[in-house]
C-alpha cells in the first residue's frame, strides 16, 4: 500500500499530463489527364480491270471494211483481226515493215492483206482525224487482254482523346492544443 502512496504523492508532484487531439482531413481531387493523340488509320484498296486500248486513224483514202469507230484487235504474231475473228491486216512499224509487238514509242500502222497501209497512229495529212479506230491486244486464242490495276490508299485522322482520371488524395493533420488532465 505504501507503495500505492507513494505513486499518487508522486503523481501529484509531478507536471501535469498532457493530452493530444488529432483531426486528419482527406479529399479527393479528379483531373483529366492529358494523353497523347490517337491516329486511326484507314485503307482502301480499289481493282480496276480494263482492256487498254490504242487509237489509230484510218487512211483518207481507205473505204474497206473497218469503219469509222470500230475496234480490232492484235495478237501477239502481230495479225490483225476485226470484232468477228477475220483477218484484216499485220501490224507494221512506221517503216511499213511488219512487226509482231507494238514499239514502245507506241507508234505504228496496220497494213491490210492486199499490202496497203490502212491505218495509222500518227496523225499526217494522209491519214483522217475524224476516222479512229481503237486496237486491243489479244491472246493467241483470240480473247482480248485485260489489265487489272490494284490501287491502295491510306487516310489517317486524329481521334478525339477519352480523358483519364485520376485522384490525388491530401491528408492534413492538425493537432489541437495540449489539454492539461490532472491526475
Known amino acids: 500500500m505504501a507503495a500505492l502512496l507513494a505513486l499518487v504523492l508522486l503523481g ?11 483531426t486528419t482531413t482527406t479529399s479527393t481531387v479528379s483531373a483529366p489527364v492529358a494523353t497523347p493523340p490517337v491516329v486511326a488509320t484507314e485503307s ?13 486513224y484510218l487512211r483518207s483514202s481507205y473505204n474497206g471494211s473497218i469503219k ?65 479506230i481503237t486496237i486491243a491486244l489479244q491472246d493467241m486464242n483470240g480473247k482480248v487482254i485485260a489489265e487489272t490495276v490494284q490501287t491502295t490508299s491510306t487516310t489517317s485522322a486524329p481521334v478525339a482523346p477519352v480523358p483519364v482520371q485520376s485522384s490525388t488524395t491530401t491528408t492534413t493533420t492538425q493537432s489541437a492544443p495540449a489539454r492539461l488532465t490532472v491526475p
Do not use: C, M, W
Not at 14 to 22: C, D, K, R, Y
Open 12 to 22: 501529484a508532484g509531478s507536471p501535469l499530463l498532457a493530452q493530444t487531439e488529432t
Open 44 to 56: 482502301v484498296t480499289t481493282t480496276k480491270t480494263f482492256v487498254k486500248t490504242r487509237t489509230l
Open 68 to 132: 469509222t469507230g470500230y475496234q480490232v484487235f492484235v495478237r501477239p504474231n502481230g495479225r490483225i483481226y476485226d470484232a468477228e475473228g477475220t483477218y484484216v491486216g499485220h501490224l507494221t512499224d512506221l517503216d511499213g515493215s511488219d512487226i509482231s509487238a507494238i514499239p514502245s514509242d507506241h507508234r505504228y500502222k496496220i497494213r491490210n492483206a492486199k499490202g496497203t497501209i490502212i491505218a495509222s497512229t500518227k496523225l499526217t495529212s494522209a491519214y483522217d482525224g475524224d476516222r479512229p
